[in-house]
């Protein structure tokens, strides 16, 4: 079993930053590979950014094509922790974040229908 708490959300400008953070429980954190996900009002999840487990020697990262070059995920294993730092924001990117993991699978092929654990979400609002 894996708890997931979401952390960082907030209110910021246009142009602004914010950085997310997922804790984890669960001594087998590394195995797990990570996902961010958003729902905005009226719309379905969508996938935001993943990051390999410790089960590949490289570590792979995904992103979807609208936050590719604006934001970076990125985990500590020792921490048991996984971030998303978001710059360059926009209001688009106004969103429910969630984190999500999924045990020993491909970065490529993390979507929301497959993930074993869900955070609760923190809200992420971009004025403009």
């Known amino acids: 079993q894996v708890q997931l708490v979401e952390s960082g959300g907030g209110l910021v400008q246009t142009g602004g930053s914010l950085r997310l953070s997922c804790a984890a429980s669960g001594r087998t954190f590394g195995s797990y590979a990570m996902g961010w996900f958003r729902q905005a009002p009226g719309k379905e999840r969508e996938f935001v950014a993943a990051?390999?487990?410790?089960?590949?020697?490289?570590?792979?990262?995904r992103y979807a094509d609208s936050v590719k070059g604006r934001f970076t995920i990125s985990r500590d294993n020792a921490k048991n922790t996984v971030y998303l730092q978001m710059n360059s924001l926009k209001p688009e990117d106004t969103a429910v974040y969630y984190c999500?993991?999924?045990?020993?699978?491909?970065?490529?092929?993390?979507?929301?229908?497959?993930?074993?654990?869900w955070g609760q979400g923190t809200q992420v609002t971009v004025s403009s």
């Open positions: 999500a993991a999924k045990y020993s699978t491909s970065v490529f092929t993390i979507r929301a229908g497959i993930m074993d654990y």
């Open positions: 990051i390999s487990g410790s089960g590949d020697s490289t570590t792979y990262t």
